[in-house]
């Protein structure tokens, strides 16, 4: 365990289904990620939080919508997705330091393990 | 926002020789210039960081060597094994939009 928990593992779901990703940290970090990662394709960052607010949205279809209720949960909500949408989706999180230009800090990131979802 | 270049793609490398690879950035604005280790069906892991202010860090057969002057740091892979066959990346972009590569695909032959 990293210390960033995804739920579930697997997932597989319809084009019409509805369903969430979770992730939880218990690492102190005030900022958290969605990354998606498909075959043999770079990372692609999804949603950036840094202090519950989101900050980044890396024009991801309105399908997939983020929810960070605090600084240790992130949700990821999935709906009428596309079967090109299976992939491995990443949470991530990290400490960022809140100055007067924006949040700032190290480029360490805590991984998940990942939640594989199938879309048929 | 930071760009980084890294190299090579893929490498195969027989167990017991040295992997090496390699990232080249345009600026020093992060606290730490890290690479990052993955494993098929996981998570990216954070592998070794090394400060801008030091020149070279080691953890047991890894290495990372920074070069300020050539705006370079590489990883270094002692006595490499097949337990090390992986995808390293070394990120890109601002802390506050992380981007990764495609990375470099490691393959150790037994």
């Known amino acids: 365990e990293t210390g960033v928990t995804q739920t579930p593992r697997h997932l597989v779901m319809g084009m019409t289904n509805k369903k969430s990703l979770k992730c939880e940290q218990h690492?102190?970090?005030?900022?958290m990620y969605w990354y998606k990662q498909s075959a043999k394709k770079p990372l692609e960052l999804m949603f950036v939080y840094n202090f519950k607010e989101q900050t980044e949205n890396n024009s991801v279809p309105s399908r997939f919508s983020p929810e960070c209720p605090n600084s240790s949960h992130l949700f990821l909500h999935l709906h009428t997705l596309q079967p090109e949408d299976s992939a491995l989706y990443l949470c991530?999180?990290?400490?960022?330091?809140?100055?007067?230009?924006?949040?700032?800090?190290?480029?360490?990131?805590?991984f998940g393990a990942g939640s594989r979802l199938t879309v048929l | 926002q930071q760009q980084v270049k890294q190299s090579p793609q893929s490498l195969i490398v027989q167990k017991g020789g040295i992997s090496i690879i390699n990232c080249a950035y345009e600026n020093t604005a992060f606290d730490y210039f890290p690479w990052y280790q993955q494993f098929p069906g996981k998570g990216p892991a954070l592998l070794i960081a090394i400060r801008p202010d030091v020149s070279e860090k080691k953890e047991g057969r890894f290495t990372i060597s920074f070069n300020k002057s050539a705006k370079q740091f590489s990883l270094h892979i002692m006595d490499s094994q097949p337990g090390d066959s992986a995808t390293y990346f070394c990120?890109?972009?601002?802390?506050?939009?992380?981007?990764f590569g495609s990375g470099t695909q490691l393959t150790v032959l037994p």
């Open positions: 990120p890109s972009g601002s802390a506050r939009q992380l981007t």
């Open positions: 690492l102190g970090h005030n900022a």
């Open positions: 991530a999180s990290s400490h960022q330091v809140r100055l007067a230009g924006g949040p700032v800090g190290a480029n360490v990131l805590t």
